[in-house]
Nanobody, 123 residues
Framework: QVQLVESGGGLVQAGGSLRLSCAASGLTFRITAMGWFRQAPGKEREFVGAITWTGGAPYYEDSVKGRVTISRDKAKNTVYLQMNSVKVEDTAAYYC????????????????WGQGTQVTVSS
């Protein structure tokens, strides 16, 4: 099993930046990729992007491309989400996810989930 714990959420002003972290523990050697999702109130969970654990370019959904950077620190078993020029519509609970099976980096198929961290963007 893999456990995931997100941190870094909170209140951000529109136009500012945020950085979320997700620390993995447990059977981390099995992780093949990690990703980020978000869910705004009253909306379905949305895939933000992902990064493979072995390297290669991250994937970003069109809705956030150009504003988001996903990176990972394998030594710390941690993945990060950096978002710039945040907008009020970025307000959501952000979830980290991991998988221990192989999929294309663009796949939103994950088996492990964190509890989420709330991000609220004020105007």
């Amino acid at each position: 099993q893999v456990q995931l714990v997100e941190s870094g959420g909170g209140l951000v002003q529109a136009g500012g930046s945020l950085r979320l972290s997700c620390a993995a523990s447990g059977l981390t050697f099995r992780i093949t990729a990690m990703g980020w999702f978000r869910q705004a109130p009253g909306k379905e969970r949305e895939f933000v992007g992902a990064i493979t654990w072995t390297g290669g370019a991250p994937y970003y959904e069109d809705s956030v491309k150009g504003r988001v950077t996903i990176s990972r620190d394998k030594a710390k078993n941690t993945v990060y989400l950096q978002m710039n020029s945040v907008k009020v519509e970025d307000t959501a609970a952000y979830y980290c996810a991991a998988r221990d099976f192989y999929r294309d980096v663009r796949s939103s198929d994950f088996g492990y989930w964190g509890q989420g961290t709330q991000v609220t963007v004020s105007s």
